[in-house]
């Protein structure tokens, strides 16, 4: 049987829900045997219908299926996987408030998981980046050259993820020299702990190997230097990227999440032309992985980064000065 090109084949657009209960866990449903994917786990939802938008879609599928009244929702995701037989354009909205109690209205078994309880293996190939996205918060924290002395450094953190409830921290202190850098990340990693933060580290390969760390952030550079995902477990794994070309890199490689500057002008980059939200979401639609917005941006921002895609925003000016 000859596989019809790409180009041929009939776009589904799907809009599916994160539904969560009051523990923060994620609702699943098992396809049908019979369906496409049969048999995997998704997220509830379905083929938009003629005229509707993502939103009205998710309101019909989630209240036919699930039996719930969706009240407010945002994009968290948007995706397009190419299976053998077809392409989806996956909407994965997070579902702010609904009323109801989930129920499997139409014989499917449903599950409750966190996403960390989540297998990819058990869903669709186009929902991995969906888990992805899950594990992610949507404030990223970067830290910013000043204080230079490491105590003055730790408190200035703790102080900094006190006061904006930052969960997820990279560790960026380019002028330190290797061994400076790890005793840096070590003490950074207990506080981190202490504060319930994930800390990423941004350092060689070989190092973060040897750090107690959450993660590795990849500058531009490490990311194109390698030709394939470094293998550190269930760690995450980032990079800066700048363009299209580097983006689909992050996700060839099989990245957690990109991180995709400047969106604004910054005080951190003057000399770079800055992409403007625009420009932004362009480069992001078709990435198949979270994108952090970063540069020029802060809290006040978070809205405007989920309506272009963005997973949230991530900033050194925005969380790290003591302005913010
Ligand atoms: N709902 C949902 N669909 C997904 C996910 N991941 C994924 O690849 N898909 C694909 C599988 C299908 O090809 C398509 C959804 O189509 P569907 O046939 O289930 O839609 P539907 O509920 O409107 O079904 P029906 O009217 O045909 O019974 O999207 C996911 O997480 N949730």
Known sequence: ?????????????????????TKGRVLIAKRPEAAHQGGLWEFPGGKLESGESVEQGLRRELAEELGIQV???RPLIRLSHDYRDR????????????????QGREGQPLEWLTPEEMDADRFPAADRPVISALRLPSRYLITGAAPAAPDAFLMHLEQRLARTGVPIVQLRAPWLDTDRYADLA???AAL??????????????????RLPVDGLHLSEQRL??????PDLGRCLIGASCHDADTLARAATLGLDYALLSP?????????????????????????????YALGGVGDPDLQIAWRHGAQGVAGISGFWSRSS
């Open 1 to 21: 049987m000859s596989i019809p090109p790409a180009a041929s084949k009939v776009v589904i657009h799907v809009a599916a829900g994160i539904v969560n209960d």
């Open 71 to 73: 009240c407010v929702s």
């Open 87 to 102: 392409r989806v354009l996956l909407d994965i909205h997070q579902v702010l408030d609904y009323q109801g109690i989930p």
């Open 186 to 188: 070590r003490r950074c």
């Open 192 to 209: 981190c702990r202490r504060m319930g933060a994930l800390l990423l580290v941004n350092c060689e390969v070989e190092l973060a190997t």
């Open 224 to 229: 194109l230097a390698l030709d394939q995902r």
């Open 263 to 291: 969106v604004c002008p910054t005080r951190s980059h003057p000399e770079s032309e800055p992409l403007g939200w625009k420009r932004f979401a362009e480069l992001v639609d078709p990435a198949p992985l979270p994108v």
